[in-house]
């Protein structure tokens, strides 16, 4: 059983991925042990300024436009239990089990930073749930993104104190029930908690990197289903030659070239020089200029995503300082503006890698674009036969719903608490959707996956006979043909879809 240790500076994308996506407890997360000190030293600076009397926002006063309402101490444990049942108002589907599992491993996290005065019995209240897979039932909808994701993470935060609902061993039970089943307790929150619990950019930032992830993916798939089209259409390698692409020197260009070159290599359906037909069409021939640049959007969320997942995002933040002084210190780090505009970014990025994936499928379909090397609709009985022709109808309509989801999300804000929270990020928004965006993408790819594969076998039966396909290609290709025949005449395509849906989860995880 692998170990992760959380100390709010060094978690992974590679650990968030692997606790979303593994199995309650494998890996097992444990609090650090500088961690522990940090924590028990802020929790104990909360509980000295409840002795002194003095006045802090979310400690001794209200939230938001009740920030000058001051609460007694008696009323103190009462009031972190009132934000978390108040912010409580998510609505929506819930989210599924990874992006859940991540949601807890990153607020834990970030609490573990210890700047955020929770006790250590609450942080590893969270840490048993994650470990023994209790999964907190957290409705998509909600966040504003400013002052953070408080809806969602109050759902999750009322689990801790037995109330909600929460998934356990496949079955949902109410929060208090849950805990009883795994042999755990709630907890009563103390001072600055409930605020702890509910303020900041988890949420976002767990959808964020799941699909940041797969869209490292499924920028790798793009580049292969592109480099089988080409094939498919008798295209030539020339447009990626190395001495091309050392004249613009964008990194993720050059990349892409090589990654181009390096998946058809040894490919004999491509075609050498020839005075007919020397140049493709912009589909394959920008290839690495348009999947390059899209791969710097998916760099770009990657980079801002490692930072975020150690960032302390809640507010106010409590700092002690080498004499024990203490300052209660209220900014803004819930603010999710840097991951708004990263999602807006990436989402336009995919949309783009499934725009130019789409024109592929239709100059596989189209006997006049691809010059007759392809029969109509990828059928040698058109007319009788409907062949492809409405599969690429399919990929049109995901590549139009992904221009609707490209309008960005963090140009949008609107006025909350009685105009204290004046300017919000929609971040929350913006992940949303650019989870179905990557969806979308993804279904693109596979049709054109599917398409290629059909035209790979076309080619073969009119003139290429036992061609080679490329070293990369060649293992799409099988992959594909391990879960779908050649289409020979009009069968129940939608199967078949779902086959290739199989092939291409070889290549892409989640």
């Not at 409907?386 to 490209?406: D, H, P, R, W």
Request: charged share 20%; aromatic share 6%.
């Amino acid at each position: 059983m692998a170990e992760i240790q959380i100390d709010g500076e060094n978690l992974t994308f590679e650990d968030v991925v692997a606790v979303a996506f593994g199995r309650p407890g494998d890996p097992f997360v444990t609090l650090a042990e500088g961690a522990r000190v940090k924590v028990d030293r802020s929790a104990a600076a909360v509980a000295a300024l409840l002795d002194r009397g003095e006045i802090a926002y979310g400690i001794t006063t209200g939230f938001g436009a009740f920030k000058d309402k001051i609460i007694s101490r008696e009323e103190v444990e009462q009031l972190q239990r009132n934000i978390v049942l108040s912010h409580a108002v998510g609505v929506g589907e819930p989210f599924d089990v990874p992006t859940t599992r991540a949601i807890m491993l990153i607020r834990a996290n970030t609490l573990a930073r210890g700047y955020s005065g929770i006790r250590r019995e609450t942080l590893q209240l969270i840490l048993d749930c994650l470990n023994k897979g209790i999964h907190p039932v957290i409705p998509e909808k909600g966040s504003l993104g400013a002052s953070g994701d408080l809806a969602p993470l109050a759902h999750f935060a009322c689990v801790l104190i037995g109330e909600g609902s929460a998934e356990f061993e496949g079955q949902r039970y109410s929060g208090a029930e849950a805990l009883t089943r795994a042999n755990l307790r709630p907890v009563t929150l103390a001072a600055k908690e409930g605020l702890a619990l509910t303020n900041g950019t988890t949420v976002m930032t767990a959808i964020g990197l799941i699909e940041s992830w797969r869209s490292t993916q499924l920028a790798e798939l793009a580049d292969l289903c592109g480099c089988l089209s080409l094939e498919a259409l008798n295209g030539t390698l020339m447009a990626f030659d190395e001495r091309i692409h050392e004249l613009r020197p964008h990194p993720r260009q050059n990349d892409c070239a090589a990654n181009l070159r390096a998946l058809l290599e040894g490919s004999e359906f491509v075609r050498d020089f020839d005075p007919a037909n020397v140049q493709d069409a912009y589909t394959l021939r920008c290839m690495p200029q348009v999947h390059g640049a899209c791969r710097d959007a998916v760099l770009y969320a990657e980079w801002l995503l490692k930072l975020e997942l150690n960032a302390v995002t809640d507010n106010p933040l409590i700092f002690v300082g080498p004499d024990d002084s203490i300052d209660v210190v209220s900014g803004g780090n819930f603010h999710g503006e840097p991951l708004a505009l990263a999602f807006d970014y990436l989402a336009i990025a995919l949309t783009e890698l499934g725009n130019i994936s789409e024109r592929r499928i239709m100059r596989l379909t189209d006997e006049a674009s691809n010059s007759h090397v392809l029969p109509a609709f990828l059928t040698e009985s058109g007319g009788l036969n409907s062949g492809f022709m409405i599969v690429q109808y399919t990929a049109a309509a995901l590549c139009t719903e992904n221009k609707i989801l490209s309008h960005p999300a963090s140009v949008d804000t609107i006025p909350t608490s009685a105009n204290v929270e004046d300017h919000v990020s929609m971040g929350a928004t913006a992940a949303l959707k650019l989870r179905q965006v990557v969806n979308n993408l993804r279904q693109i790819l596979e049709i054109e996956a599917f398409c290629a594969a059909q035209g790979i076998d076309l080619r073969r039966r009119s003139t290429r006979g036992d061609a080679k396909l490329g070293r990369g290609t060649s293992e799409l290709y099988a992959a594909v043909r391990r879960e779908v025949p050649f289409i020979e005449k009009d069968v129940y395509m939608k199967s078949h879809l779902d086959g290739v849906s199989r092939a291409v989860a070889e290549f892409v995880g989640g």
